[in-house]
């Protein structure tokens, strides 16, 4: 029989939840690889229970824990404490893999590194863009120690490659795409509706515009608000959406965009509250154009599913969206923000024929999210073999 690969996953609890667990479980059931997970993090029982059904053992930081909590500068130290304390107890690995690094990881990665024939780093955005360089330096540590560094998207990978200075060392460096339960469902949910039974749905008989998927600050609801009013004019049968129930900063932009929208002049719609899955992929569905233009964006799934539900989806050249493009992907891209009135007015005298031509996306996105297309690179970073005896 064939060895089976033992791998620990090392992150935050909501992060292996949303981002992660759906990988994991395909490749446990295909390969019988087994999982454990580190939570650096402290988690309440339920969640661990959750994660003890994918994860055969679950070890979970207790710090920072009573009045410390409440201490920033103890708080970290006291993280710190209980992360190398786990790590020192930790058995050994194949493979150790760190989704989302934290600054002060860098002071229990030497630990994981003795525990791991191979560590590999997988950065999402905030801990690389969002950080100050007295943090990179920090980061760097580890990346100095790891055999592989990913992310989701090549241009990412290349600022990255390039800022840690990856290129001079022997690393793997690639790309690797988290499998998400909410593609699997939308395939069907997409043959079985359309563009009106979605509309329905939501009671609403107007076209829709989606502005932006989160409520975080790089969102730009500013810019887009007030792009939006300038064609108000034209808007008197479109409904204009704001999702905003979870982002960065998210109650600072929520009360920006609802004292902004008490001014315009078009019908809007500003979601507060978690959708449930449903109710999500029929927004997706109903929505005529989707504007989508934050400052940095890895390859947000909202994004993929627009294009695949057939909205008319208007971006930024700044993005990292070259791999759509060279699938042959179908959507605008503006130069800057402030083109948003010209292009969205173009857009409207011409709606039946750029949706015409977004049909293209949803093959393109449905296939490039699959698994089959998805585990090749899980498989061959983590050097996993399908056809094991199982018993």
């Given amino acids: 029989m064939q060895s089976r690969k033992k791998i620990l996953i090392i992150s935050e609890a909501h992060l292996i939840k949303r981002f992660v667990e759906a990988t994991v479980s395909r490749i446990k059931e295909e390969t019988g690889a087994r999982f454990d997970c580190f939570i650096t993090t402290p988690t309440d029982e339920k969640t661990k229970q959750s994660l003890s059904a994918v994860f055969e053992n679950v070890f979970a930081n207790e710090y920072p824990r009573g009045i410390i909590r409440k201490l920033p500068k103890l708080r970290i130290i006291q993280s710190i404490y209980g992360l190398r304390r786990i790590a020192r107890k930790l058995p050994h690995y194949d493979i150790a893999h760190i989704h989302y690094h934290h600054y002060y990881f860098a002071c229990f990665t030497p630990i994981i590194r003795k525990k791991a024939k191979r560590l590999f780093l997988t950065f999402y955005g905030g801990d690389f863009h969002e950080i100050s360089r007295l943090w990179h330096w920090c980061n760097q540590k580890s990346v100095n120690l790891v055999d592989g560094v990913f992310a989701e998207n090549e241009i990412m990978l290349q600022d990255i490659a390039n800022s840690y200075k990856i290129c001079n060392q022997k690393k793997e460096i690639g790309s690797l795409i988290f499998l998400m339960d909410n593609f699997v469902s939308f395939e069907p949910f997409l043959k079985n509706n359309t563009n009106v039974s979605a509309k329905k749905f939501w009671n609403i008989e107007k076209g829709v515009i989606v502005c932006a998927y989160s409520g975080a600050i790089v969102m730009r609801h500013g810019v887009i608000i007030d792009s939006v009013n300038k064609v108000s004019s034209r808007l008197s049968n479109y409904k204009v959406i704001f999702p905003m129930t979870y982002g960065n900063g998210v109650e600072k932009t929520k009360a920006l965009v609802k004292e902004k929208l008490k001014k315009s002049l078009f ?32 390859l947000a799934s909202s994004m993929l599913e627009h294009l695949a539900a057939g909205s008319v989806v208007i971006t930024g050249k700044w993005l990292p969206y070259g791999r759509l493009i060279e699938k042959g992907s179908y959507f605008i891209s503006m130069e800057t923000p402030y083109d948003l009135p010209r292009v969205l007015s173009q857009i409207l005298d011409n709606l039946e024929d750029h949706r015409s031509k977004s049909e293209v996306n949803r093959e393109i996105i449905l296939n490039m999210m699959s698994w089959d297309s998805i585990k090749k690179n899980w498989y061959k970073y983590y050097e996993l073999d399908e056809n094991y005896e199982r018993f």
Avoid: M, T, Y
């Avoid at 999500?280 to 400052?295: C, M, V």
């Fill in 267 to 298: 019908d809007s719609l500003v979601l507060e509250d978690f959708l449930d899955k449903e109710k999500l992929q029929a927004l997706r569905l109903a929505a005529d154009i989707f504007i989508n233009i934050p400052s940095r964006d890895q």
